[in-house]
C-alpha cells in the first residue's frame, strides 16, 4: 500500500504542480500584461508632463515678454508725464509773467490817468478862477 499511496501521491503532487505552473504562468501572463499597460501609462504621463512643462515654459517667457513690456510702457508714461508737468510749469511760470507784465502796465496807465485827472482838475479850477474873473 505504500508504493500505491507514495505513487497516487505523486500523482496529485505533480497535478497540482503542473496546475500551480499553469497558475504561475496564467499569474505572470497577467502581471506582464499590467506591466506593459502601467508602462504605457508612465509613458503617457511622462509625455503629458513634457507637454506641460513646455507650456508652462511658453507661459513664463510670454509673463516676462509682458512684465517687460508693462515697465517699458511706465517708464513711457513717467517719461510723458515729466514732460507735460514740464511743460505745465513753463505755460504757468508764462501765464504769471504776461499778468506781472499787464498788473504793472495797469498801474502805470492808472497812474497816469489819475496824474490826468488831478492836471485836468487844476486846469479846470484855473479855467473856472479866470472865468470868475470875467464875469
Given amino acids: 500500500m505504500d508504493s500505491l499511496e ?14 500551480n505552473v499553469y497558475k504561475l504562468s496564467d499569474n505572470l501572463c497577467a502581471l ?8 504605457a501609462e508612465v509613458e503617457a504621463l511622462r509625455e503629458s508632463n513634457q507637454i506641460l512643462h513646455s507650456k508652462l ?15 517699458e510702457a511706465l517708464k ?3 517719461d510723458i508725464s515729466k514732460d507735460i508737468e514740464l511743460g505745465i ?7 504769471e509773467l ?7 502796465t ?5 497812474r497816469e490817468l489819475d ?11 484855473a479855467i473856472n478862477s479866470l472865468l470868475r474873473g470875467f464875469s
Avoid: P
Fill in 32 to 39: 506582464e500584461i499590467r506591466n506593459e499597460s502601467l508602462v
Fill in 98 to 104: 504776461k499778468l506781472s507784465e499787464y498788473q504793472e
Fill in 6 to 19: 507514495t505513487s497516487s501521491d505523486d500523482q496529485i503532487n505533480g497535478e497540482d504542480s503542473t496546475v
Fill in 76 to 78: 513711457h508714461n513717467i
Fill in 106 to 110: 495797469w498801474k502805470k496807465e492808472k
Fill in 115 to 125: 496824474n490826468s485827472v488831478v492836471s485836468l482838475t487844476e486846469e479846470n479850477r
Fill in 57 to 71: 515654459t511658453e507661459k513664463e517667457e510670454s509673463l516676462i515678454i509682458l512684465q517687460h513690456q508693462k515697465d
Fill in 89 to 95: 510749469s513753463k505755460l504757468v511760470s508764462a501765464v
